[in-house]
């Protein structure tokens, strides 16, 4: 049974920064794209960042600059180093994976999410 289990969120000033992980576990025998989503409240879920398994990214416009997404292909692990965070960042992430695992189609999983606060 896969599970991505993020970790690192938490409450920052406006201005400092967090790193989020997010990593794959179970029989997993590939994973495509990897990314960040984030959930404001009364907001729809909506794409931060997300890399394919070559390593080329993309960004949304309000993090451009901003945040960086890696992964770690060894480690089934994905990465969200969120710097100069403001106010508006405020949100639950989530991470996203498009994966082939041990007797399952290829499909995409979620995780159960992150919170990020950051106070001005």
């Known amino acids: 049974q896969v599970q991505l289990v993020e970790s690192g969120g938490g409450l920052v000033q406006a201005g400092g920064s967090l790193r989020l992980s997010c990593a794959a576990s179970g029989t997993i025998f590939s994973i495509n794209t990897m990314a960040w989503y984030r959930q404001a409240p009364g907001k729809q879920r909506d794409l931060v960042a997300a890399?394919?398994?070559?390593?080329?990214?993309n960004y949304a416009d309000s993090v451009k600059g901003r945040f960086t997404i890696s992964r770690d292909n060894a480690k089934n692990t994905v990465y969200l180093q969120m710097n100069s965070l403001r106010p508006d960042d405020t949100a639950v992430y989530y991470c996203?994976?498009?994966?082939?695992?041990?007797?399952?189609?290829?499909?995409?999983?979620w995780g159960q999410g992150t919170q990020v606060t950051v106070s001005s």
């Open positions: 996203n994976a498009d994966l082939r695992a041990r007797f399952a189609p290829r499909q995409t999983y």
């Open positions: 890399i394919t398994s070559g390593g080329s990214t």
